[in-house]
């Protein structure tokens, strides 16, 4: 069986080319699973995960859920909203309380930078960092390259431009990392306030003219602004971002070829991108959605091959 080089998925930059190879060519197989009409396998029958979100979620938590059920894991799952995180619990408590009750993995969920690989060192169970506040999304970056992979063959060789708040994405540095291994040129692009100044020190190209920057991809990957982590004023006006950013009809239909358009979700429609884009067919977004859960179980199943059952 293909092994994974790594314990844990803390994040992308700790993974090879091969890993990636291994995830998808597992993800191939589960994602023919999820489209029987008995959609599980016994696999993990006796593994039990706990999904700790201690920040906001849709999309990665039902997925992750979905994913552990089809692999029949026992599944539990923790909410900081509803939790004793709220009187005052450490982390690390918090866990080893969880573990006590014999967990075999955590998908964790956390506002900072660094907290699953934080874990993965003090625990026995293995970790998936399900994001972490600005640092790495590691599952929505495997999940969005195997999307490009499944609309256009490959990765290797392709250009993908990254729009939008790259400052405060976890997903845009994850994005670089995975695309960059598989062979792919990245772009970012944004107000200048939004891009990071290390941003050229990742061997990324910025541009600031999204006219440009859709003219010079295949794909573009549409990022919303994430307010809830800027605590300045990082341009004028929403408006102002939507009028200079915001992917239109009318912008897509003036490149000079049809371009490939995801988005991450949560999708801020009318800011980002319009309603009319976001549900056209050159959008890719719930096909994004459908590969998670086939892309989770690849990355739950490979990780729970290394759990030592002595
Ligand atoms: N893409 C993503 O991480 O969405 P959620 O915040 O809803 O999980």
Known sequence: MDRLSVDHLTGIKELTKNDIEIIFKTADAFKEVINRPIKKVPSLRDITIANLFFENSTRTRLSFELAEKRLSADVVNFSAASSSVKKGETLIDTVNNILSMKVDMVVMRH?????????????????????????????????????????????????????????????ALSNIYCLQKLGAEVMVCGPTTLIPKYIHELGVKVEHDLAKALEWC????????????????YFPSIREYAMQYGLTKEILDNLSKKIVVMHPGPINRG????????????????????????VRMAVIYLLASKINRD
């Open 111 to 171: 506002a900072s930078p660094g907290a699953a690989k934080f874990l993965a060192e003090r625990i026995d169970a293995k970790v998936i960092n399900a994001g972490d506040g600005t640092h790495e999304h590691p599952t929505q970056a495997l999940l969005d390259a195997f999307s490009i992979r499944e609309r256009l063959g490959k990765v290797e060789g392709k250009k993908v431009v990254i729009v939008g708040d790259i400052l405060h994405s976890r997903v």
């Open 218 to 233: 295949d794909v573009a990957n549409m990022l919303r602004i994430q307010l809830e982590r800027q605590d300045i004023k």
């Open 271 to 294: 800011v980002e991108i319009t309603s009319e884009v976001a549900d056209s067919d050159q959008a890719i977004i719930l096909n994004q959605v459908e590969n998670g859960v086939a």
